[in-house]
T-cell receptor, first 119, second 112 residues
């Protein structure tokens, strides 16, 4: 149990276009989902926290108009990178928190990540 | 603020040798601590976690970690590493609202 999927796993787009990344909790209801960004050889940096049915909370320095997050259901959150530019190229990872697999709710279950390359 | 520090950026170990990765945390109360492993281009896999109880925690792939409150540490160990253990390892602590704060990571290289 406690499986989180991301789609797509890899995307290449042209500068100026928008890209949507989906994060799904497959076998549990995720009350909270998180989006992280990871640059090569670096740690994960939290971008935003989203709770189902409410607006996402963005970390300091993250442009909310640039990175649109929607958490419309307890199993799906989406991250849309609007007007992408080469500096947005990164590895984006989502995670989901909920009472999955007997977990306490303090545990996050991670998706496999999405590699975004903006040309 | 709650945080973790991983002092070692890179560790090289011979196959079959033991491995210990250090993690120090900063948190007033009993922390929720995790160790994750990440292979290149992959997501994070949970190795083990500590919430409470027994301070020696067993995880997957033969890993274990020991919570030491007196030293504010949660070091990860494996008695005998395999070449497949070469990866990036992250220690993390739950701060609040389920947020995770990650350490900078330790890259493990395994030599034959």
């Amino acid at each position: 149990g406690a499986v989180v999927s991301q789609h797509p796993s890899r995307v290449i787009c042209k500068s100026g276009t928008s890209v949507k990344i989906e994060c799904r909790s497959l076998d549990f209801q995720a009350t909270t989902m998180f989006w992280y960004r990871q640059f090569p050889k670096q740690s994960l940096m939290l971008m935003a926290t989203s709770n189902e049915g409410s607006k996402a909370t963005y970390e300091q320095g993250v442009e909310k108009d640039k990175f649109l997050i929607n958490h419309a259901s307890l199993t799906l959150s989406t991250l849309t990178v609007t007007s992408a530019h080469p500096e947005d190229s990164s590895f984006y990872i989502c995670s989901a928190a909920g009472l999955a697999g007997g977990g306490s709710g303090n545990e996050q279950f991670f998706g496999p990540g999405t590699r975004l390359t903006v040309l | 603020a709650q945080s973790v520090t991983q002092p070692d950026i890179h560790i090289t170990v011979s196959e079959g040798a033991s491995l210990e990765l250090r993690c120090n945390y900063s948190y007033g109360a009993t922390p929720y601590l995790f160790w994750y492993v990440q292979s290149p281009g992959q997501g994070l896999q949970l190795l083990l976690k500590y919430f409470s109880g027994d301070t020696l925690v067993q995880g997957i792939k033969g890993f274990e970690a020991e919570f030491k409150r007196s030293q504010s540490s949660f070091n990860l160990r494996k008695p005998s590493v395999h070449w497949s253990d070469a990866a990036e390892y992250f220690c993390a602590v739950v701060t609040n609202d389920y947020k995770l704060s990650f350490g900078a990571g330790t890259t493990v290289t395994v030599r034959a």
